[in-house]
């Protein structure tokens, strides 16, 4: 688990890196990240594997094409996902040039061995070299790369990092759980509901779940609060084993989930419990969600036969609907999930999980609905890094103007 110190509230925008340097004889193009600085927070993350300021452009590197039309590009190296955007500054918004996104499951089987399986990092390494291909075919400016808790957790997460930038030439930063609750807030607090007093944005991820209590202002907003529990869809799942052959069973497990996920936001919820109170007193409890549970349950709640993700990333959801759903797939076996649209093979065994951890945040949130963001850490960086280098007042986007630019 985190520290559990709330980040400093005043806004600071990150250091500079390299987006890309020249070829070394014999060796990976580097794509060296920028270091972490803070927009919402006001903090470095710290303890990362690539610290330190550095210039945008290596001595000799002939400035980009077109004037202020840069690329710049974020990945996020998650517990179960490898996810790359590339974007430039258009106007108000960032227009999207590139994405890449790949389901890795790098922190598969980190609960039992504490490591990075051979396997896992092989399939991570093929997603990182093709994210090193789009860096290069895009011509990128400046670049964050992050690792989070697979990488924070394992013993030869360090190990895993060096290997990455000597194969690949990507220089990924092991962030805190601080730092990714951080960018998470900044990428998606433009899809929280309008509203007066605090709100709270979440992010359930694969090997850990971040809990922001904020406080809206009429820029970023101010961070009053957070925790990071070491309970990601992953890690929840490979804990508590397998489902059994039973409904009693499936249903057992999925208390014992709910269980762990509950006792772990316990501190966070006696701290919060005064300015939930407060906030209730102002009007409706506003609570905004970013993850693939959040997404993948919306879908099934827009009945939609394969994910959308114009009809979700902004959606605003019952409370209610989102719980019966957990409850319905809590009950199904993984052959049933299988079937269902938007979950499919490869969230069919860690969606559960995900229902139990959502059904104890809005235990302890009881929000009466739900924002959806399909959006998170990479805008973050994104957000960053273009602010940094001169486009921050013109970088306050409107939730719908991202979409219509983002594919």
């Known amino acids: 688990m985190a520290d559990q110190d709330p980040p400093m509230h005043k806004a600071r925008g990150p250091d500079w890196g390299n987006a890309r340097s020249r070829p070394r004889r014999g060796g990976a193009p580097r794509f060296r990240s920028a270091a972490g600085g803070d927009s919402v927070g006001g903090q470095p993350s710290g303890g990362g594997q690539d610290a330190g300021p550095r210039r945008a452009e290596p001595p000799n590197r002939p400035k980009p094409a077109g004037g202020g039309r840069q690329s710049y590009a974020a990945i996020d190296l998650g517990t179960n996902n ?126 850990s779940t971040e809990l922001v209590l904020i406080e809206s202002t009429d820029t970023v907003p101010r961070i009053l609060d957070w925790q990071s529990v070491p309970w990601g869809v992953v890690s929840l799942t490979e804990t508590c084993g397998g489902e059994g052959n039973s409904l009693e069973d499936r249903l057992a497990r999925y208390r014992h989930m709910h269980s762990l996920v509950s006792e772990s936001f316990a501190g966070f919820a006696r701290r919060t419990q005064a300015t939930r109170a407060d906030a209730g007193s102002l009007g409706a409890l506003r609570l905004l969600g970013t993850s693939g549970t959040v997404t993948t349950l919306a879908s099934l709640h827009l009945e939609l036969p394969q994910y959308d993700r114009r009809a979700v990333d902004g959606l605003i959801v019952p409370a209610s609907s989102m719980r019966d759903i957990s409850t319905r797939l809590s009950s199904m076996s993984i052959e049933e999930r299988r079937q269902v649209n938007c979950i499919g093979r490869e969230r069919a065994d860690l969606v559960v999980a995900g229902c139990a951890i959502l059904e104890s945040i809005l235990d302890l949130w009881p929000a009466h609905r739900l924002g959806v963001a399909d959006r998170g850490i990479r805008e973050g960086i994104l957000r960053s890094l273009i602010s940094s280098h001169g486009h921050g007042e013109r970088l306050q986007p409107k939730a719908r103007d991202i979409r219509a630019n983002q594919p």
Do not use: W, Y
């Not at 895009?138 to 808790?149: P, Q, W």
């Not at 433009?190 to 090997?207: K, N, S, T």
């Open 82 to 207: 490898c996810r790359l955007l590339i974007a430039r500054p258009s106007g108000e918004n960032f227009t999207v040039i590139d994405a890449f996104s790949r389901v890795v499951r790098l922190g598969e089987g980190i609960a039992q061995t504490g490591r990075l399986s051979d396997q896992a990092m092989e399939r991570t390494m093929a997603a990182l070299r093709v994210c090193a291909e789009k860096l290069m075919r895009r011509n990128v400016f400046l670049a964050r790369s992050v690792a989070t808790e697979a990488c924070r957790r394992a013993v030869n997460g360090a190990e895993f990092i060096e290997r990455v930038r000597r194969e690949t030439g990507i220089a990924l930063d092991i962030i805190s759980a601080r730092e990714e609750a951080r960018l998470a807030v900044l990428g998606c607090h433009v899809l929280l509901e309008e509203g007066r007093g605090p709100a709270m944005i979440f992010d359930i991820g694969g090997g």
